[in-house]
């Protein structure tokens, strides 16, 4: 059973259409007991880091799901879902996150590019064996996004070039996954990635 987290900054209609097209019949909750009946969740995201940490403390999901995390489970983090996985951003000043992957969002170099970036982008593998990326091409994906996530290396499974910098576009470290694009939108490349986190091809089992 599949959660999908809705503390009103999700694109949620489009999750949750996409992981029914794989055959999935996914739910929404914006509560921690609900959620805690999922085996895998996605936590999707458009908009502000510092609004995301306020609505999600305000609902008490912040301590769900890194304790979701701590235990294992698989998670799976969109757009901003991704970015709010990390430790800290730099939007509207210096936020906290929820410190699952280790990484800072930051702000793309003003000038260097049109900020957002935003349509499609080529993916640069980085770790190709890793189950997430099972059977994904190393094709075009679809990105909104203002601020991107300086990654640790380790974690760094595929990134993508924009305005002169490398932006973390899929990661993830144990049971916490993350894509800064939108595989909802991404064709067959998205879906394909979004279909190995349902079927638990990595995750808990990544090894």
């Known amino acids: 059973m599949i959660g999908i987290i809705d503390y009103g900054m999700g694109n949620l209609h489009s999750v949750t259409k996409a992981v029914e097209r794989l055959g ?13 009946e999922a085996d895998l969740l996605i936590l999707p995201g458009v908009g502000a880091f510092k609004d995301g940490m306020e609505e999600l403390r ?8 890194q304790q979701w995390a701590g235990d294992g489970k698989p998670i799976l983090g969109i ?25 800072r969002v930051e702000r793309f170099p003003q000038g260097a590019a049109k900020i957002p970036h935003m349509g499609w982008n080529n993916l640069i593998f980085k770790q190709p064996q890793h189950p ?9 994906v679809y990105f909104v996004h203002s601020y991107y996530v ?34 909802e939108k991404s064709s067959h490349v998205g879906m394909s990635l979004l ?10 089992r990544a090894e």
Request: charged share 20%; glycine share 12%; hydrophobic share 40%.
């Open 132 to 140: 997430l990326l099972y059977q994904v091409e190393e094709g075009y």
């Open 24 to 36: 999935e019949t996914p739910f929404l909750s914006s509560h921690a007991e609900k959620l805690a």
């Open 58 to 65: 305000k609902r008490g999901l912040d301590t769900f799901i």
């Open 150 to 183: 300086n990654a640790a290396e380790d974690i760094l499974l595929a990134s993508a070039e924009y305005a002169g910098v490398e932006v973390a576009a899929v990661t993830a470290s144990g049971s916490v996954w993350g894509t800064q694009f939108h595989p």
């Open 195 to 204: 279909r190995n986190f349902v079927n638990q091809k990595g995750g808990v």
């Open 79 to 103: 757009c901003l879902g991704m970015q709010l996985l990390f430790d800290e951003s730099e939007e509207f000043g210096t936020t906290k996150g929820l410190g699952l992957l280790p990484g």
